[in-house]
């Protein structure tokens, strides 16, 4: 394995990391599911692509706006956004299911109308978007998203999102305007998936519609439950390992998905709380972790020597 | 006129089949409340069964239909063992059953690729290509099959689930699961007798699929429409699951005759958004408010 | 002489056919604790869910000191001041006891989600208060010493406490209780009538308490309603309601025999 190919696979698991930090919040901290996230990602990839493609000169070749990369990525992100805000406003009130199912029907409606907008190439796609991913725009990305989350769900603000996930109903008669925060998770959930996407289609230099298939949502919800629902770092863990895993299963060429959709059962039925299981690897997360597990201790040997008490009385 | 006519009878056809394998969806759905995604997979090697039975057993056509619907009916229990049973044990949260449904929708579609191939397969002529004439209307005699076939089989289910105590079972489950696994009904039997059943059906679904297109391993992702349909009904209802299906065949021919062929996939898409915003939880779906 | 903090008035729910709550009416006073009692099914859980905008009412009115607030987001209703317990606890059950409270507090902070990203002073200083008066309120409700439990491997009737001091992280003004004796024995039952009455003075509030141990019903209310099949059947202090007939057939049964 040459350098660049591992650079591949990092850059890789990275711009999915963006994405799954995203649903991280979405589903892990707030509960929501979402079977539609790669519509999101398109958004991005296509807007942000409109940005950076330079002029058309010949005929038959698209062209953009020609602007710097960092506008790709905020208009991306914010197109991302705005879309999320209008989806929301008509699906957050779907109970259960029907919420991840409307979800999923905005992913694939996405998909289908990108097939059919001549404008970005249809169901050819479009290519000659700049390489202007590089591993290092890709780590500073991760590491303001990784930032930016961990503090967004350490404060008032996602302790309420928690609590959406955790009883919805006590949330509300706790105070918490439970469609507004669904809506913040969902809105932060899709800039992270339209971020992704802009990344994601400036590292392949290439962009189509089938890329940011139903599999592809299922895929970043695969990576965010085999991390651990409502653990940041097991998000990280799980891009890291659930993006390598198929590339280094290439050898098996053809199995390699055949695995891939048994081991995706096999987590499910075996380890259902995930890598983390909504543990931290963090300083104030180990000390949690700690402190918990002190105070189950404590409370079994108080149980035991009431027990003991009990039978002596 | 005559145009209209002709697209609502090939409509009718086709939404028939969507109803075979909505069903599926929306039996599972009412006793274990979560969207089955394995269904298109069981769909897809319905097809696959029919084929072989016809081209490499030699079998007539009517064996060979009940080898792909038997062989579906097995398949779906035994997911429904493997890659369910376990979280049921579990009381896993539904979103669990999503994932490991997808799980087992990509092993099944990658076992197909990896064993037999990603080529399309073409079923041999059984019925003549030359369409029946029934006055202006010329329709298709697979189309006219399609549509009795299905429409028997799903009389058949509805009276099974209405008249067999079975059916009671599967009625009773579908209202409240705990309830009746107190009150000494196997609901674990029930459960595997609804995934047979929609099994069963889809492996009749997956014949009619394969000789009205092709078969190729993604089969599955079309059927995603059946699903969408059984969402349009509500899920979890029988009634609502068939005439969610007739009416996306309809629409979908429609739109597809008048518009664009472009636009057939995703109309059904724009549809389901649609009726969700109208009715949240489908035409006849049950909107109770939650209990406290 | 006395204020009504809470108006009900004509207050009707149906589900279907099923009227669960029927034309009822009743005031809860200010810094009192009144009871609703009532048999199994007679709508006592339904008026709770009314009350703090749960279900859409049929048709009523509530008022909430003097503003209607019938059919508002529960959150606004939160807001004004009522909250409740549940009658099925609905802690957060995965996080620690502390993190009940601390997430049950954030109302007493005003900081924005930018300020929460980066950290800005005032998201310091407001976390720093939310903590202090979540741990405050542990001491006072003697769960302190068990802050960092999973809410679920608490002892069930330390779970319904610490539903109740998730309740007071919002300093209502009107805590409604939904059996929170259930599941008691005689002497948790005592220990929690003292600490209703406790709570009541310490934090200047008034108290709604739906309740099946007569005990608790007759020793700390001071005004109590009954309700049989949706319908109000009868009202006054528990000793006009204790020897009330009507009362006595409804809920006591037929028999006459004491209450459980
Ligand atoms: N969401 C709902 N949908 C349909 N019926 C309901 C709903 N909520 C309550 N009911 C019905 O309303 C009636 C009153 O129920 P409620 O829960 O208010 O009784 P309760 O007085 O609290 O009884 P308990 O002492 O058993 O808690 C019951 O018949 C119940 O079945
Ligand atoms: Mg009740």
């Not at chain 1, 949502?217 to 998000?235: M, W």
């Not at chain 2, 049973?85 to 087992?104: H, N, Q, W």
Request: aromatic residues 10%.
């Amino acid at each position: 394995m040459d350098m660049t190919y591992i650079q591949g696979i990092l850059m890789l698991a990275g711009i999915n990391l963006i994405a799954v930090l995203g649903l991280c919040l979405l589903t892990g901290f707030t509960g929501l599911f979402s079977f539609g996230h790669a519509g999101f990602m398109a958004i991005g990839a296509y807007i942000g692509a409109l940005m950076t493609v330079p002029p058309s000169t010949m005929p038959g070749s698209i062209g953009g706006l020609g602007l710097p990369f960092i506008f790709g990525i905020l208009a991306g992100g914010a197109a991302a956004g705005i879309v999320s805000w209008f989806i929301g406003r008509i699906t957050l009130n779907l109970k259960g299911d029907y919420f991840c199912i409307a979800t999923l029907g905005f992913g694939e409606a996405t998909r289908l109308i990108l097939n059919n907008v001549q404008t970005f190439g249809g169901a050819r796609g479009w290519p000659g978007v700049p390489q202007y991913s590089t591993v290092l725009t890709v780590f500073v990305v991760d590491v303001i998203a990784v930032l930016f989350l961990a503090n967004l769900v350490k404060s008032r603000h996602g302790r309420n999102m928690i609590a959406v996930r955790e009883e919805e109903l006590a949330a509300q008669i706790a105070g918490v305007d439970v469609f507004r925060y669904k809506m913040i998770a969902l809105i932060v959930s899709a800039v992270y998936a339209g971020v992704a996407g802009v990344l994601f289609g400036h590292y392949m230099t290439f962009i189509q519609p089938k890329m940011f298939s139903m599999t592809k949502s299922t895929e970043l919800t695969i990576i965010v439950i085999f991390g651990g629902l409502g653990s940041i770092s097991g998000s990280v863990l799980g891009a890291l390992v659930l993006t390598a895993l198929p590339e280094l299963l290439r050898a098996f060429d053809i199995w390699r998905l055949v695995f891939y959709g048994a081991a995706v059962i096999v987590i499910m039925i075996s380890r259902p709380k995930g890598l983390m299981g909504g543990m931290e690897l963090s300083p104030a997360g180990i000390r949690k972790i700690r402190a918990e597990r002190r105070a189950r201790l404590a409370l079994k040997e108080e149980a035991a020597r009431e027990a003991a008490s009990g039978g002596r009385s | 006129m005559n145009q209209l006519l002709q697209q609502l009878v090939n409509g009718l056809s086709i939404g028939s089949v969507y109803a075979l394998m909505a069903v599926g969806y929306s039996l599972v759905y009412s006793i274990m409340n979560f969207s089955n995604f394995a269904h298109g997979g069981v769909i897809m090697l319905g097809a696959y069964f029919g084929f072989f039975g016809l081209t490499l057993l030699k079998l007539p056509f009517a064996a060979a239909f009940i080898l792909a619907s038997v062989g579906t009916a097995v398949l779906a229990t035994l997911i429904e063992r493997v890659a369910y049973k376990p979280l049921r044990d579990r009381k896993a949260p539904f979103l669990y059953f999503i994932i490991s449904a997808m799980g087992a929708s990509i092993l099944l579609e990658n076992v197909v690729i990896a064993t037999i191939g990603p080529t399309f397969r073409t079923y041999p002529e059984i019925f003549a290509r030359e369409p029946i004439a029934l006055g202006s209307l010329a329709i298709g005699r697979l189309d006219l099959i399609m549509f009795f076939v299905s429409a028997f089989c799903l009389a058949c289910l509805i009276l099974f689930i209405d008249k067999t105590r079975i059916g009671k079972a599967i009625q009773a489950s579908a209202y409240n699961m705990k309830a009746c696994a107190l009150m000494g009904v196997n609901t674990d039997l029930v459960v595997l007798i609804v995934f047979a059943l929609g099994g069963f059906l889809a492996g009749i679904a997956g014949v009619f699929f394969g000789m009205k297109y092709t078969v190729y391993p993604q089969i599955g992702n079309i059927t995603t429409k059946s699903f969408i349909a059984a969402v349009f009904g509500g899920l979890g209802s029988l009634p609502g699951a068939v005439i969610g299906s007739v009416l996306l065949g309809v629409i979908e021919t429609l739109v597809a005759g008048y518009l664009s062929s472009q636009f057939r996939d995703l109309i059904a898409f724009v549809i389901l958004i649609g009726v969700l915003i109208v009715r949240p939880t489908g035409i006849m779906g049950k909107t109770a408010e939650d209990k406290a | 002489m006395s204020v009504d903090i809470l108006e009900i008035k004509g207050l009707t729910k149906r589900f279907g056919g099923l009227a669960a709550v029927n034309d009822v009416s009743f005031s809860v006073r200010e810094g009192g604790i009144s009871g609703l009692i009532g048999p199994n099914g007679a709508g006592k859980t339904t008026i709770f869910n009314l009350i703090t905008g749960v279900y859409k009412v049929t048709s009523g009115e509530v008022a909430f000191a003097g503003k209607r607030i019938e059919n508002l987001e529960p959150y606004k209703i939160a807001d004004l001041g009522v909250t409740r317990t549940f009658q099925n606890i609905r802690l957060f059950k995965n996080l620690s006891v502390f993190d009940n409270v601390l997430t049950a507090c954030h109302m007493s902070a005003k900081y924005t989600i930018p300020e929460a990203i980066l950290r800005l002073p005032r998201f310091r200083r407001e976390e720093k208060l939310l903590a202090d008066k979540a741990r405050g309120l542990l001491e006072i409700m003697g769960l302190a010493d068990r802050m960092d439990v999973q809410a679920n491997n608490l002892p069930y009737g330390l779970q319904r406490r610490l539903e109740i001091v998730r309740a007071l992280a919002l300093d209502p003004k009107l805590l409604l209780l939904d059996e929170p004796a259930a599941g008691m024995n005689p002497d948790e039952t005592e220990q929690l009538m003292r600490l209703i009455m406790d709570i009541r003075d310490r934090f200047t509030l008034s108290v709604l308490v739906i309740e099946h141990h007569m005990d608790l019903v007759m020793g700390i209310c001071e005004h109590i309603v009954v309700l049989n099949f949706g319908q109000k059947l009868a009202e006054g202090t528990p000793d006009e309601v204790s020897v009330d007939p009507k009362v006595m057939e409804a809920y006591l049964g037929s028999s006459g025999g004491t209450a459980c």
